[in-house]
């Protein structure tokens, strides 16, 4: 199980008995919090840090622990910070920086010189702060009393995407075939991806997944295809093609289970030895959270599978989506979202059917697929975008919206929303900023969670929201170009 290790900052000037106090209330915290979130990681308080040396131990077993996530510090009493230099300099895993008191309320009776050495996080955690400033360490500062619910939902929220961080540090991508022809936004430096994310991306040509198609046993297929019957519905009599999906899922599974992949890519453009466009298949293994972007997106894929990590046990919806076409009713502007055939059926508002149609690209046969009517609600639309010199995520607030009208000649799945805070502002935010036309969209997560990622991963982010202004945004689209010129 993933862990968060718990640090107590304190010093040698108060004796004995305040330190005993200050790590046993520090426990205590702790214990509280691994109560709290021991749905998703342990929480295990650290003994006291009185000195450098201490700092610095501790700082050694939470880098060199592949379970610990990310650390929360904890300045009781006042620790003087030169002393956690060296450990800050090492500590190379997410902070959390809780900012709060073992007692709530002032004990106004009661209160001395003894309870104020003891109790002065106010104190110790500016002192602290300085440093982790001083030094240029991202981190997020939680203030509160630890017990309050919205305090206890930050640290929740820190823990999440902590975990995603983890994950996304050993995720292996494969990119069958490579980059859609002449698309610029769907390209990247893959090196440098694995540098700041640790997403390991490699090509494998589409004749290695075509050895193991040609191997697929029917009794396989037909498993597969006891899978399809229970979660979709089969609208069509054309059952050799949606056999013909089954036997790629198989493969693919085959393939990236063999190699510990999370995230896949492919390409209409490299099929052979395909019949058909992979549809259905790769609907229903990004369902498993499996991370996949068409066009050999390499990004949008490893995002997928990253975001969809950082949303278990939420509830709500997440996976890759192409913005496709407009609504463009003044006023009323909706956005179509789709893509040639792999949208997530996590996005349907009742049983996705499986249907068969021709495909107008790419020269295969027509390849059964997963359609269906999109979710409404709240959510978030992320996109990731290699700016030459650094990655810039765009997250933009949307309202998915159930469509309007019926579509029965739409042959793919399809999901529907408004953008924030309007269609013109929204809209050309997005294009401003960069972003691409295929995104990662979540009901499950929220701006506040991608503004930790980018945080704790040190990326560039663009938000657009109710409040965005496009004079204001243009104006900060410059100074973060200047910024990384700087830099
Ligand atoms: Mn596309």
Redo the contacts with the bound molecule.
């Keep these: 199980m993933n862990k968060i290790y718990f640090f107590i900052g304190s010093q040698d000037l108060y004796g004995d008995e305040t330190l005993k106090q200050a790590e046993k209330n520090g426990r205590a915290i702790a214990e509280f919090l691994n109560d709290k979130l021991c749905d998703k990681c342990a929480v295990e308080a650290m003994p006291i840090v009185r000195n450098s040396k201490e700092a610095e131990a501790v700082s050694v077993k939470a880098v060199s622990d592949p379970a610990c996530i990310g650390v929360i510090m904890w300045m009781h009493t006042f620790s003087p910070a030169k002393m956690w230099i060296k450990a800050l300099q090492l500590l190379n895993k997410p902070m959390l920086h809780l900012h709060t008191q073992f007692n709530e309320k002032l004990p106004y009776d009661e209160i001395d010189m003894d309870f104020m050495n003891l109790n002065q996080s106010a104190h110790g955690d500016r002192e602290f702060g300085f440093m982790c400033t001083r030094l240029g360490i991202k981190r997020e500062v939680v203030a509160g009393y630890y017990k309050n619910d919205d305090v206890v939902a930050q640290i929740r929220r820190f823990a999440e995407v902590a975990g995603a961080v983890d994950f996304s540090k050993s995720l292996k991508v494969a990119m069958f075939g490579n980059n859609m022809r002449d698309v610029s936004v769907t390209d990247g430096d893959r090196v440098e991806s694995e540098i700041k994310y640790g997403w390991n991306v490699n090509y494998y040509g589409i004749g290695d997944l075509y050895e193991i198609i040609s191997k697929v046993s029917e009794n396989e297929i037909d498993r597969k295809m006891y899978e399809y019957t229970n979660k979709y519905d089969m609208d069509t009599d054309n059952i050799a093609a949606v056999r013909e999906q089954a036997k790629y899922e198989v493969a693919f599974e085959k393939f990236i289970s063999e190699k510990d992949i999370s995230a896949f890519t492919d390409t209409f453009e490299d099929l052979h030895g395909l019949n058909q466009l992979p549809g259905l298949a790769v609907q229903n293994m990004m369902a498993k959270g499996v991370g996949f972007g ?2 050999g ?1 390499y990004k949008t894929s490893a995002l997928s599978a990253v975001l969809f990590e950082m949303a278990k046990g939420r509830g709500g919806a997440t996976g890759f989506t ?1 913005d496709y076409t407009y609504d463009l009713t003044q006023n009323e502007e909706l956005e179509l979202a789709a ?2 055939l792999e949208v997530s059926p996590v996005f349907s508002s009742g049983k996705p059917k499986i249907q068969v149609h021709p495909l107008g690209i790419g020269g295969k046969s027509d390849p059964a697929r997963l359609v269906f009517d999109g979710i409404s609600g709240e959510g978030i639309a992320v996109s990731m975008v290699d700016m030459g010199n650094r990655f810039r995520l765009i997250c933009a607030e949307i309202t998915l919206v159930e469509q309007p009208k019926v579509m029965p000649k739409l042959p793919v799945a399809r999901l529907m929303w408004k953008l924030k805070p309007d269609f013109k502002t929204g809209a050309a935010a997005w294009i401003y900023a960069g972003g691409a ?2 995104a990662v969209v979540s009901t499950a997560l929220t701006t506040e969670d991608i503004r930790l990622f980018a945080k704790m991963t040190n990326t560039e982010l663009v938000v657009i929201d109710e409040k965005t202004d496009l004079n204001a945004l243009e104006q900060q689209l410059e100074l973060l170009d200047i910024i990384a010129e700087k830099r």
């Design positions: 068409p066009e997106d192409e893509h040639m036309h295929h």
